[in-house]
T-cell receptor, first 114, second 112 residues
């Protein structure tokens, strides 16, 4: 199984450009989420989804949009990139909500906004 | 607002030593406390987890100690090996959702 697949692995954007970070999982997980990782800040939740058609905001949602049209895919959209969005982005999924469902992370997308 | 505080930021131990990473939380409604391990260029992976009704959990060389009254928990790595060199994150979960609040991470280096 591929697990959680994120594309691209690296991306450089100019301020104001838009792009979509792709995330796909093949484990039939209900729950999917996006985190950003910054030095000294740990991992912060951007958006999450508990199932197809349902999304909600996390801790740092501003500047990002998500949608969940299928169980497998959960893309993250940057509408107008800003230097503050330079970060490593991780997509994660779990089988279902609940304590015994560990999060499975992808290998990340490193985004630089100049 | 950092709801889960993690220390130290970095740690260097010799092979065979016992690194200890500490975390403290504020919200007593947290009900699940996992630790994640991350190698360079990879996503975090679940290492071990504990519920607040348990004071200690061991899995192989990894042990979580949990002090509910002090709102603190820690990770101990017995007989540490160079392959344990990684960044470790503690986390806490609130309620039925799978949303996790992570600590800021500890970069561990195990030297020969």
């Amino acid at each position: 199984n591929a697990g959680v697949t994120q594309t691209p692995k690296f991306q450089v954007l100019k301020t104001g450009q838009s792009m979509t970070l792709q995330c796909a999982q093949d484990m039939n997980h209900e729950y999917m989420s996006w985190y950003r990782q910054d030095p000294g800040m740990g991992l912060r939740l951007i958006h999450y989804s508990v199932g197809a058609g349902i999304t909600d905001q996390g801790e740092v949602p501003n500047g990002y949009n998500v949608s969940r049209s299928t169980t497998e895919d959960f893309p993250l959209r940057l509408l107008s990139a800003a230097p503050s969005q330079t970060s490593v982005y991780f997509c994660a999924s779990s089988y279902q909500q609940g304590a015994h469902s560990p999060l499975h992370f992808g290998n990340g997308t490193r985004l630089t906004v100049t | 607002q950092q709801q889960v505080k993690q220390s130290p930021q970095s740690l260097i131990v010799q092979k065979g030593g016992i690194p200890i990473i500490n975390c403290a939380y504020e919200n007593t409604a947290f009900d699940y406390f996992p630790w994640y391990q991350q190698f360079p260029g990879k996503g975090p992976a679940l290492l071990i987890a504990i519920r607040p009704d348990v004071s200690e959990k061991k899995e192989g060389r990894f042990t979580i100690s949990f002090n509910k009254s002090a709102k603190q928990f820690s990770l101990h790595i017995m007989d540490s090996q160079p392959g344990d060199s990684a960044t470790y994150f503690c986390a806490a979960r609130l309620g039925a959702a799978s949303k996790l609040t992570f600590g800021t991470g500890t970069r561990l280096q195990v030297t020969l």
